[in-house]
């Protein structure tokens, strides 16, 4: 059992298994599953979960895979040389401005609240009274299995439980006008996480590719080696001062090729669609609202 999911079900949330075509409703007792905390956090392990009969995926309306979590989204900017060097050139970049330090020396970490969480198929609200510059960042997600603090780097991936898709939409006039990222990157509907959960041992990070279309068009695509501050690194730089608690999500960045990389820039408009891929973990694909 290594790719996760949620999704509705005789018109309640239920979490499962994803397999192939099909996902298999998980029960404990006889009681569903609803969000996958007990799962994440060790709990329960294979042994202590049932699973129901196959239901076909395309027959189910998925829901964002984790659930009552995560307590903290941690997000990375600039992680990725391409995409700093972009977003330097683009003038948004108040934060280096006149200093000239286009690549960071230390990772830039920065959060989303919960309310911005949205799962796959929902819209992203267009938020169109605050700003005409949204723009959309692919990423893959790390969620926190065991927490900690002071983790070391060499001890890091024992606390990863696995990974996700995350979209860092982002309102990149709020981001310009507030020279802090909060309020840009933390909008309602802003963030959509899923499809699936995928366990550590399911996804090579050496190889594993991030692949971006906006209304079909690939906009985006890199491997998640190229990462200036790899899964480790994050995770001891976070853990340093503050405590990671099983179902904390971490989104190590995004690639280049976001809507400011171009020339005029190509911000998201109404009915615009965003469908990202990380494989093994899917697609997850959503349209502004």
């Given at each position: 059992?290594?790719?996760?999911?949620?999704?509705?079900?005789?018109?309640?949330?239920?979490?499962?298994?994803?397999?192939?075509?099909?996902?298999?409703p998980?029960?404990?007792?006889?009681?569903p599953?609803?969000?996958?905390?007990?799962?994440?956090?060790?709990?329960?392990?294979?042994?202590?979960?049932?699973?129901?009969?196959?239901v076909?995926?395309?027959?189910?309306?998925?829901?964002?895979?984790?659930?009552?979590?995560?307590r903290?989204?941690?997000?990375?900017?600039?992680?990725?040389?391409?995409?700093?060097?972009?977003?330097?050139?683009?003038?948004?970049?108040?934060?280096?401005?006149?200093r000239?330090?286009?690549?960071?020396?230390?990772?830039?970490?920065?959060?989303?609240?919960?309310?911005?969480?949205?799962?796959?198929?929902?819209l992203?609200?267009?938020?169109?009274?605050?700003?005409?510059?949204l723009?959309?960042?692919?990423e893959?997600?790390?969620?926190?299995?065991?927490?900690?603090?002071?983790?070391?780097?060499?001890?890091?991936?024992?606390?990863?439980?696995?990974y996700?898709?995350?979209?860092?939409?982002?309102?990149?006039?709020?981001?310009?006008?507030?020279?802090?990222?909060?309020?840009?990157?933390?909008?309602?509907?802003?963030?959509?996480?899923?499809?699936?959960?995928?366990?550590?041992?399911?996804?090579?990070?050496?190889?594993?590719?991030?692949?971006?279309?906006?209304?079909?068009?690939?906009?985006?695509?890199?491997?998640v080696?190229?990462?200036?501050?790899?899964?480790?690194?994050?995770?001891?730089?976070?853990?340093?001062?503050?405590?990671?608690?099983?179902?904390?999500?971490?989104?190590?960045?995004?690639?280049?090729?976001?809507?400011?990389?171009?020339?005029?820039?190509?911000?998201?408009?109404?009915?615009?669609?965003?469908?990202?891929?990380?494989?093994?973990?899917?697609?997850?694909?959503?349209?502004?609202g």
């Amino acid at each position: 059992m290594t790719r996760w999911c949620r999704f509705v079900l005789d018109g309640r949330p239920h979490a499962g298994c994803w397999d192939g075509d099909t996902v298999r409703p998980a029960f404990v007792d006889g009681t569903p599953l609803t969000n996958l905390s007990r799962i994440i956090t060790g709990e329960l392990g294979a042994e202590g979960v049932e699973l129901g009969a196959g239901v076909g995926v395309e027959s189910l309306e998925l829901l964002e895979p984790l659930g009552s979590y995560p307590r903290n989204l941690f997000c990375v900017g600039k992680n990725y040389r391409d995409h700093a060097a972009e977003f330097s050139a683009s003038g948004y970049d108040v934060s280096s401005a006149g200093r000239g330090d286009v690549e960071p020396t230390h990772p830039v970490i920065f959060t989303k609240p919960a309310s911005s969480v949205i799962g796959p198929g929902d819209l992203v609200d267009r938020h169109a009274a605050l700003t005409s510059e949204l723009d959309y960042e692919a990423e893959l997600a790390v969620v926190i299995g065991r927490g900690g603090r002071r983790v070391a780097p060499v001890e890091a991936m024992d606390h990863v439980f696995g990974y996700t898709i995350l979209n860092d939409v982002t309102a990149r006039d709020l981001q310009r006008q507030h020279r802090q990222w909060f309020l840009g990157k933390g909008l309602d509907g802003s963030c959509p996480v899923g499809p699936s959960v995928v366990t550590a041992d399911e996804l090579d990070l050496t190889s594993a590719l991030i692949e971006c279309r906006v209304n079909g068009e690939l906009r985006q695509k890199a491997s998640v080696a190229d990462l200036i501050f790899d899964v480790p690194t994050l995770i001891a730089t976070i853990s340093a001062g503050i405590t990671l608690l099983a179902g904390d999500v971490i989104a190590t960045g995004s690639p280049a090729g976001v809507g400011i990389g171009f020339s005029p820039p190509r911000f998201l408009q109404t009915g615009d669609e965003i469908s990202i891929t990380i494989e093994p973990i899917g697609t997850i694909t959503n349209k502004v609202g």
